[in-house]
């Protein structure tokens, strides 16, 4: 272990704490008579709340989403893999983000594309899970969103050879640099290996924090025409 690494042993970690970290939510009651029945009509309100409830200052961020995905490993065992993004885009059709199709998201839904996406908004006390199909979005669409990136997120899309490994920070920023090099005075197009995914749910979990752990729990499943919907236990 390096001279600047702590080990586990001395470190002073009281994971005995951790039993009492706890808080007790509360919330409107989720009511599934008067539910909307598209549950998108659903997610608009709430992310509207969400961003309502945020702060000028405040680093909670609403769009923030746990994607996960799943990954065959060498022996064929299939390993779920999860990472945080930003939501970009809702339609009609889904939820749409963007990264780059070499990563390891992008290479786990070449293989398999199915995923989920969780929300956790603590200031709300509210959650929402969406599954289903994944597909790329129109080289069209890639290119409208990349053009309204600011300069550097642009650049560190094409210096980044994303989830690979690299020998130092040193030779990261060097990549930077020489990109930032490449396009001086011009604008930065939209590499072809870097885009959007849209997900269209099959399933949308809505839960409510409410007190002692009886949270609300919607559940919104696609049918043949339209979706079903029923209350879940907490």
Not at 160 to 180: C, F, H, T, Y
Request: proline share 6%; glycine share 6%.
């Amino acid at each position: 272990m390096g001279k600047n690494r702590e080990s586990w042993a001395t470190m002073g970690v009281m994971t005995s704490d951790l039993r009492n970290e706890r808080r007790d939510y509360s919330g409107d009651n989720l009511d599934e008579a008067i539910a909307p029945a598209d549950p998108m009509v659903m997610f608009r309100r709430w992310l509207d709340e969400a961003l309502a409830a945020r702060g000028t200052d405040d680093p909670f961020e609403p769009t923030a989403m746990t994607v996960s995905t799943i990954r065959v490993l060498p022996d064929g065992t299939a390993q779920p893999s999860a990472r945080v993004l930003l939501l970009k885009d809702i339609d009609e059709e889904g939820l749409v983000f963007f990264t780059n199709y070499d990563s390891d998201k992008g290479r786990d839904l070449a293989t398999n594309p199915r995923a989920s996406l969780s929300f956790f908004w603590p200031m709300v006390a509210r959650q929402i899970r969406f599954e289903g199909t994944v597909q790329k979005t129109p080289r069209t669409v890639n290119e409208e969103y990349f053009a309204s990136r600011p300069h550097n997120s642009q650049v560190a899309a094409w210096a980044s050879e994303q989830s690979r490994s690299i020998a130092g920070l040193e030779a990261l920023r060097q990549r930077l640099a020489a990109v930032d090099r490449r396009f001086a005075g011009q604008s930065v197009p939209c590499p072809q290996n870097w885009g959007g995914y849209r997900l269209r749910p099959d399933r949308a979990e809505f839960w409510q924090g409410q007190p002692s752990r009886t949270h609300d729990r919607l559940v919104y499943q696609r049918a043949t025409e339209g979706w079903s919907l029923q209350r879940l236990q907490p």
